[in-house]
């Protein structure tokens, strides 16, 4: 065998004869590629942005185990109605001092559990747990309603410090902002930044163009776009935050206005939260979205919290992870729907809209579904990691300039994942999603369109791979950019990017933490 450089376009790679032929070795990608030193090398544009580091997605903030919480209460199924008795003991438990950050778990013996109501947890520390998927059930009766809430109540409160960004533009991707006056921050501090919303940046983006008949811009519907960071050191005007931006902010585009970033102080989240080794079943129903639905769970909120192993059948919106949420993680979830929803409008199987997500090893089925989708203006990291989900549905950032999502090593080999402008759909969703990462995935199609000065990247996917225009009224169609694309049809090293981002940041324990080699 003999190895040698070649170059493939303008990329060198190693390549090794054998006396049967040639054999590339595994390709890679010129935005992140492992270097000789095994560390990864990230291209960046002109202007700064680059692929950002996803791994602070998950429990504490990635790459920590999800804990095993002692039981305190036991709950036997009754034959009747066990609404009230699962709520006394999750009452019970929710009333019991914090150890260690938790107060204990509800543990629901081997059966069904009928339930007509809603299942709520406000506290910080509390577990609901099942003796597993397969052996507990909660069996949704009555009218529809959802299943289980896990809610806090969480306050912001702007504090006197405040500053503007010196910086004419700040590149996606980064940790690095230089202030006005960085001499009232700390390291751990946290701030909200504020992104000014102007009509140049929405004309810029062609979001004025929806031809909502005279009636105000609703794409982004606000002002501004705001995101919480915790600084993690200070240098002069300079600091560092603890993870990277997941949108640019250009000046050029902001008419005279400032990136505001403010000292704030958040109580009220609850902390801690688990739902774990149970099954979620609602009866089958052909309705239209619009009708009243069974729901599975909601999460609002709540912070350093996770679902494992929790299967939700039959519901239609199975489950929310709300705005207030910060670092969950959904471990092998199963959401499945035998009956499709009539309307034309899609049921979401996990509906994202917090920071901090990791989606990992979960799986669905499904047809006129979205199976993972992101919500509105949210800037992550968001990653959906080794899922595969069966039936005609997809993944989709959904509406209205979310950004910072990774799909990583996903299978939906009957639908699609899509990160697109949706133009007119839904009620004027426009650019769903910027900065976001298709890496190493399989799909039976995938849509990729590229927002304006702003990058989407669709790497070492396998599939049927366009770019279609955005929908506007009538038949009209307003052709778009693609997003940028490399190694299409062949999966390119690290097999994984977020696996591969922990293990640089946190060591490679921090890999085996959550379950993987």
Not at 131 to 152: K, V, W
Not at 217 to 224: A, S
Not at 272 to 283: H, M, N, Q, S, Y
């Amino acid at each position: 065998m003999k190895i040698f450089l070649a170059r493939v376009g303008s990329f060198p790679v190693l390549v090794a004869v054998l006396f049967f032929g040639v054999c590339l070795l595994p390709a890679q990608s010129r935005w992140v590629h492992p270097g000789a030193d095994g560390k990864l090398i990230y291209l960046q544009s002109h202007e700064g942005d680059h692929i950002a580091d996803f791994s602070s997605a998950g429990y504490k903030g990635g790459g920590v185990a999800l804990p095993v919480v002692p039981g305190k209460r036991t709950v036997a199924p009754s034959g009747g109605d066990d609404t009230a008795a699962i709520q006394k003991a999750i009452d019970e438990v929710s009333a019991l001092p914090l150890t260690n950050g938790f107060r204990g778990a509800v543990e629901l013996a081997t059966g069904v559990f009928h339930c007509a109501g809603t299942l709520s947890i406000t506290a910080s520390g509390v577990v609901l747990r099942g003796a597993g998927s397969a052996a507990t059930t909660l069996q949704m009766t009555g009218d529809p309603h959802l299943a289980l809430r896990i809610e806090g109540r969480l306050e912001q409160k702007q504090t006197e410090v405040q500053t503007t960004v010196a910086d004419a533009y700040v590149p996606s991707g980064t940790r690095i902002l230089h202030l006005a006056d960085a001499a009232q921050f700390h390291p751990g501090d946290l701030v909200e930044i504020d992104k000014p919303v102007t009509p140049s940046w929405i004309h810029f983006m062609l979001m004025d163009s929806l031809n909502r008949e005279g009636r105000d811009e609703h794409w982004i519907g606000k002002d501004h776009l705001e995101v919480r960071r915790r600084i993690a050191a200070v240098k002069g005007n300079t600091v560092l935050l603890e993870i990277p931006l997941m949108d640019n902010y250009d000046a050029k585009f902001f008419e005279g206005r400032p990136v505001d970033v403010h000292k704030v102080e958040v109580s009220g989240q609850i902390a801690a939260v688990g739902v774990e080794d149970l099954r979620i079943v609602a009866p089958k129903r052909s309705i239209a979205l619009d009708d009243p639905h069974f729901d599975g769970l909601e999460m609002k909120d709540a912070v350093d919290s996770w679902l494992q192993s929790v299967n939700l059948e039959e519901t239609t919106s199975a489950v929310r992870i709300e705005s207030g949420t910060e670092r969950i993680t959904v471990l092998r979830c199963d959401v499945t729907q035998h009956v499709a929803v009539t309307s034309s409008a899609k049921p979401f199987g996990i509906s994202v809209n917090g920071a901090q997500i990791l989606i990992d090893r979960c799986t669905g089925f499904g047809n006129e579904i979205f199976f993972v989708a992101t919500q509105a203006r949210q800037q992550g990291p968001v990653v959906v990691l080794h899922c595969r989900f069966t039936g005609n549905g997809h993944i989709q950032p959904h509406q209205r300039w979310s950004t910072g999502v990774l799909i990583d090593n996903c299978e939906v080999p009957e639908g699609g994942i899509d990160f697109k402008n949706r133009g007119i759909m839904g009620s004027g969703h426009g650019w769903a999603i910027g900065w976001a990462v298709a890496w190493n995935n399989s799909a039976k199609t995938l849509e990729m369109n590229e927002p304006p000065a702003v990058a989407n990247w669709s790497i070492g996917n396998r599939g049927a791979q366009s770019n279609p225009p955005m929908p506007m009224r009538g038949h009209e169609k307003l052709p778009l950019n693609g997003a940028i694309t490399e190694s299409a049809g062949k999966p390119v090293e690290p097999q994984s990017l977020y696996l591969a981002q922990l293990a640089e940041r946190l060591g490679p324990a921090a890999v085996k933490n959550i379950g993987y080699e």
